[in-house]
């Protein structure tokens, strides 16, 4: 059965530091989403991670992607408020996607 | 380009009633798969459907339904409501299943008082 595990679940971090949420997945799939969720809302498309070594970045935030050790990262660079919210990392099934129990980051200032 | 619509955003219903929940797709998007939302059991895979057929399902009651039309718009259905099927229902939208990228609705929020 699939499985997506994120740590840490919840993170509060002052603004302007870094801090990096990692999330492990059981298969060898080669597609990893990351999405943004504010409280109440829908989810938001971050990044796509589609091969190993995939790397992608927006703004202050930062994606990674190692098939070999089935793990994505999300670095945050330089954190700001606006960044607070919940993060999920998604791995795609043959059939669905498997979401990760996500990860509530509080930015304070 | 207009994004995924959901209908309705918020409902409340009593337990045993039925609900049927709307979704339509991005414009030319054929895939659509639903999501269920609870604090505690987090994001879990409802069903998928493209061009009307339903693909696959994911691990609920017979009580869970949903259907697929000619354009595309998707509906899911719950019947005998029960408390615990309070949650935020999801759908999502793709060009076709396992697309590159997938777009979320804005969700319904069931009640079940």
């Known amino acids: 059965e699939l499985k997506v595990e994120q740590n840490p679940l919840f993170l509060s971090m002052q603004e302007g530091k870094n801090y990096t949420i990692y999330c492990n997945y059981s298969?060898?799939?080669?597609?990893l989403y990351w999405y943004r969720q504010d409280p109440g809302k829908s989810l938001e498309s971050l990044f796509v991670l589609l091969s190993n070594g995939a790397v992608k970045q927006e703004g202050r935030l930062m994606a990674s992607l190692d098939t070999k050790a089935r793990l994505s990262t999300l670095h945050i660079t330089a954190a700001v408020h606006d960044l607070s919210a919940t993060y999920f990392c998604?791995?795609?099934?043959?059939?669905?996607?498997?979401f990760g129990q996500g990860t509530r980051l509080t930015i304070n200032p | 380009k207009a994004g995924v619509t959901q209908t309705p955003r918020y409902l409340i219903k009593t337990r045993g009633q039925q609900v049927t929940l709307s979704c339509s797709p991005i414009s030319g998007h054929r895939s659509v798969s639903w999501y269920q939302q609870t604090p505690g059991q987090g994001l879990q895979f409802l069903f998928e459907?493209?061009?009307?057929?339903?693909?696959n399902k994911g691990n609920f009651p017979g009580r869970f339904s949903g259907r697929q039309f000619s354009n595309s718009r998707s509906e899911m259905n719950v019947s005998t409501l029960e408390l615990g099927d309070s949650a935020l229902y999801l759908c999502?939208?793709?060009?076709?299943?396992?697309?590159?990228?997938?777009?979320f609705g804005q969700g319904t929020r069931l009640t079940v008082v």
């Open positions: 459907y493209f061009s009307e057929t339903q693909r």
């Open positions: 298969t060898t799939s080669d597609r």
């Open positions: 998604a791995e795609q099934g043959a059939q669905k996607l498997v």
């Open positions: 999502a939208s793709s060009l076709a299943p396992r697309a590159a990228e997938a777009f």
